[in-house]
Every structure is written in C-alpha cells, then in structure tokens.
C-alpha cells in the first residue's frame, strides 16, 4: 500500500474510512470542532465509531447510535442536546453534500457559521 493511503484508517476499529461520509474528521471539521490546519494532523475514525458525536445525528438514513454511558444524550441538558443535535445533524446533511460539490477548496466544506468561526479566529 503507498505511503499516502495511511492515515484513512480508523484508529478505533482499524478499519477503511473508504469515504467522506463515514469521516468523523471531516463531520468535526465541517461542524467547525476541527481547524483546518490541523486536519491532516488528527487520526481518522469512523463516525459510528465515534458515539459521543455520533449519537447527535438525526436523520432519516443515518442509523441512530446509542450511548449508554456519562456522556449518553439522555443525560445530558435537554437544550444542549437541542442545539448538538442541530448543529450535528446540519453537519451530516452537509458531509453527504460534498462528494458532489466538484473542485472546491477545503476550506468551503464547512457549515456558514463553521466558516464565520474559522474567520473571526483567524483576524
Ligand atoms: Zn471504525
């Protein structure tokens, strides 16, 4: 395998992350968790392989994950919930959209409000 496949990895179950829509990486980064200078620094995972993220997807063709630990949804504020779940499930939505955006800078796959955030740090 060449060397620049490594790093597509999951470093939870070791598996292939084959594209962008099974990328905890890019959902954190399109929901602006992530900087993108430090992209290609961080380890790759799977989004069902990340719970704690995961289970804020909302959506018709995302197969809910369920937490069952401190940090299960249930137990956290209902509010905060609200507003992950938002944010996250938007994220989602976004991710899917990628693959067809064609020749964009990385930098435009964000959320608008990723974006503002990106900017505002950056000035
Ligand atoms: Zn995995």
């Not at 940090?71 to 693959?99: M, N, Q, T």
Request: with cysteine; glycine share 4%.
């Amino acid at each position: 395998m060449a060397k620049c496949d490594e790093g597509y990895l999951c470093s939870v179950c070791g598996g292939d992350v084959e594209n962008i829509t099974q990328s905890d990486l890019y959902l954190r980064f399109v929901i602006g968790m992530v900087d993108p200078e430090l992209l290609h620094a961080q380890p790759e995972k799977h989004i069902r392989c990340n719970p704690t993220l995961a289970q804020f997807i909302v959506a018709e063709d995302f197969e809910p994950v369920i937490v069952d630990d401190d940090f299960a949804k249930s137990k956290l504020d209902p509010e905060h919930v609200k507003e992950r779940e938002d944010l996250v499930s938007r994220g989602w939505a976004r991710l899917k959209e990628i693959p067809s955006l064609g020749e964009v800078s990385i930098l435009e796959f964000p959320l608008p409000e990723a974006i503002e955030k990106m900017k505002s740090r950056e000035s």
